[in-house]
């Protein structure tokens, strides 16, 4: 009877500490379950931290970079507004002084209309006939600019010497020529001027055209007058 009770006892025991032993690993298997679950949880919210700051300096990287260009766009528009600017200054400038020009050279041939003459040249004067002066001068000017060589001027100038002395006032009252050239009646030099009469400048660009289409040259104008002793 006390051994089987005994036997009944001991596997009571064992029963127990095998329930309690599964309890407790069961126990123990669910707290490292959680343990787990604890440490992935925390990596995930470690791992989305990270996400946000890559993305908050990727955003701030950008930012960046679209300031620069809108500053280095704002520059570039200021740069090529004030090109623009002088530009159209300096375009302004060249107008102003040339209707000045072009004020001043009416006024002065007004100015020697009423005078009389002369009108003032307005035109450049190549240094290669600054030793000329005057009438001459701009005779000289303007064989060059009519598309003569400088070689030409000689014959022009003794040409011209002979027909006025280079007076543009010269005039022939017997046949009605007048001026430098002795244009053949003097209105004809309308044709390069309304002011024919007191622009010496008028006068030698119709003498040199008449010559032109004439004579070919001065040279061969002051070859004929030479031998018929006009042209």
């Known amino acids: 009877m006390n051994r089987a009770l005994s036997r009944i006892g001991v596997r009571s025991v064992s029963v127990a500490l095998l329930v309690a032993g599964v309890a407790g690993g069961a126990y123990l298997g669910k707290d490292h379950e959680a343990q787990r679950f604890s440490n992935r949880a925390t990596l995930d919210v470690a791992q989305v931290d990270a996400d946000d ?13 679209a300031r620069a260009w809108q500053r280095q766009a704002e520059g570039d528009a200021a740069v090529k507004a ?32 009423q005078n009389g ?33 400088l070689d030409q001027f000689p014959c022009l100038d003794k040409l ?3 027909e006025s002395g280079w007076n543009y006032r010269a005039e022939n009252r017997g046949s009605g020529a007048y001026g430098i050239p002795q244009a053949l009646p003097g209105k004809k030099m309308a ?13 030698i660009k119709w003498g040199l055209s008449y010559i032109k289409g004439k004579y070919d040259t001065p040279c061969k104008a002051w070859a004929y007058s030479e031998r018929e002793n006009s042209y």
């Open 53 to 65: 700051m890559n993305l908050l300096k990727q955003r701030q990287r950008e930012h960046v970079a």
């Open 82 to 113: 004030a090109s623009e600017a002088r530009t159209a200054a300096t375009k302004a400038h060249d107008l102003e002084t040339k209707i000045a020009a072009v004020k001043k050279a009416a006024a002065d041939r007004k100015k020697a209309e």
């Open 117 to 149: 003459g002369p009108v003032p040249y307005s035109g450049p004067i190549p240094s290669s006939c600054n030793e000329y002066s005057g009438s001459r001068k701009i005779g000289c000017a303007l064989t060059l600019e009519a598309g003569f060589g």
């Open 160 to 162: 011209f010497k002979k």
């Open 191 to 203: 044709s390069k001027g309304a002011d024919w009469k007191t622009n010496p400048a008028t006068q």
